[in-house]
């Protein structure tokens, strides 16, 4: 199998090239080769397969074409402008996200190979109001030009999939919690942040109600869905391709208790509580809680605590220890 | 006010102009001048005020943009490559559906102005399994690339509606019966076929069970939705700018009482039912009812029975006599 991974130098590219590496396979088949790619040059992981490293912008077509003139039989597609960026930089925003993202499935429609297309889409898609739990049926109206492109995005996969040109699945990530490296400028951010910080000894500022609910899956679990969407039976997927992953849907308070239970009192004190009515003004239209039936249905497994997302992240980027 | 009408030369188009012209205002105001845009030459209707028409590539941006330097108030954007033709023309619908659709938003993006755009949007945009009434809020799969590409028509709206580009409003059409002319391979074909033929004397065929039920307005209704939504507040629609339209949901054999009713059994006689396999396989994955709550709530209105879908077809096509 040679797969290729687009923003590949990403937060969850980088795991997944990991993981890659390590199982050497996927899709139940032994990996040949990975191919890499982002707009700064993706790091390469150790593995027993080649791999190789490609940097440029993907919408650009001949850049896109060569990619897939290697021919991938799995592709990856994480690459995109973040939410924020998106938002500020109109013009980037839909020529990376939108634009690209055709420009990638174009070259898949025009060569000779059906590869498996696993997307990174995003519940930003959706828009509020919203019902108590959101059913996989709810109406995709976005309130983001991201999540507008997400859902364009979703579209073209959908409709490619279905006149046989790729064989694509969207899979809509909720939050990714805890994110390693440091606070951005994400009104998510501090939903990372109140975890990260006080377990690496650091202030965190919470700046929405202790009642806030949110659903989270750690990197670990995005990384899991990418790799488990890679290897679903089309068939079984049917002709609605694009799937709300599951996750863990805790409120802010929840998020804290289980802090404390892991980490004790003394790591919760470096939290304060600094209402910001721009950060709520934003939050509170968000999501909350998702059925995400048919994706539980087809085998996509998250955290069924939110204790077990603090662990995963002391396990993974902490090296098993509390500051 | 000046009036922009793309698609002007179509069956809807026509009849907008003419609807116009015939009030001389619209959203309240008189209408100063009236473009009409169309890939074949529209006719311009008598009228009290300035027609000019346009004939060209929507796809193509610098007629797009000389358009929209005239500077309309208000832009129906009613032009498009039919659904039998986006299937089976894969580059020409996405030319000139999504690339021809955003040029023309961009177009306004990029001008001073922010005018009203009413896009005629479909229920194409929904594929099925549906529930026995599609709810506002059921969540958009196209099952065809026509649909795909009215859904990314309606994400554009929205988007750049949000970012305050322009003020639009995406109203999904039922299917619009009774069609006057001449019947056309489209599968759904049949639902003005089985009026209009035996009204005019001619036999048709009826390929599905009587069983089948099936959302209907009529042309006059589709016209009535479009200049409703040109005069509607934005605020009061609220973030979700594409709306279900109402319309009469009756079965085959439903319409054929009523055609009974109106014109008498010789004329139902006219009716041949010659199950075909590959209409039905279509048809029978068709959305059926529409809640279209919002639409109503709105003020959008259609016929409430089917007997008047046929008096209007007979009113204004006929000149009030049945053959």
Same mark, same amino acid.
């Given at each position: 199998m040679r797969v290729l991974v687009t923003g590949a130098a990403g937060m969850i590219g980088r795991k997944l090239a990991e993981r890659l590496a390590r199982d050497g396979k996927v899709a139940g088949k032994p990996i040949s080769a990975l191919d890499l790619h982002d707009i700064v040059a993706p790091l390469a992981p150790d593995a027993s397969f080649e791999c190789s490293s490609f940097t440029g912008d993907l919408s650009d077509a001949a850049q896109v074409s060569a990619l897939i003139g290697r021919s991938p039989?799995? @592709?990856?597609?994480?690459?995109g402008v973040v939410s924020g960026e998106a938002e500020s930089n109109f013009d980037l925003g839909y020529r990376v996200n939108m634009d690209g993202t055709r420009a990638l499935f174009d070259a898949i429609r025009l060569s000779p190979k059906v590869p498996r297309v696993v997307f990174s889409s995003s519940i930003a898609v959706f828009g509020g109001p919203f019902p108590d739990i959101i059913p996989d049926d709810f109406h995709t109206v976005p309130l983001s030009s991201y999540g507008t492109q997400k859902l364009i995005s979703e579209a073209l996969l959908t409709d490619y999939t279905r006149r046989g040109f790729m064989d694509g699945i969207g899979i809509r990530l909720p939050t990714i919690c805890v994110r390693p490296g440091k606070a951005n400028k994400a009104a998510s951010s501090f939903f990372s942040g109140i975890i990260r910080e006080p377990l690496a000894g650091m202030e965190a500022v919470l700046p @929405?109600?202790?009642s806030v609910v949110h659903t989270n899956a750690s990197p670990r679990s995005a990384v899991g869905f990418l790799i488990h969407a890679a290897g679903l039976d089309g068939e079984a997927i049917g002709p609605r391709r694009c799937l709300n992953m599951p996750g863990i849907a805790v409120t802010v308070g929840e998020q804290i208790e289980a802090l404390e239970r892991i980490a004790g009192s003394k790591v919760v004190s470096l939290i304060r509580e600094e209402p910001d009515e721009a950060v709520w003004a934003l939050v509170k239209n968000w999501p909350t809680r998702f059925e995400a039936k048919r994706a539980r249905e087809l085998g996509f497994v998250a955290e069924t605590s939110f204790d077990d997302i603090i662990k995963i992240h002391i396990e993974e980027e902490l090296g098993g220890r509390v500051a």
């Open positions: 039989d799995i @592709v990856f597609h994480l690459a @929405v109600p202790r």
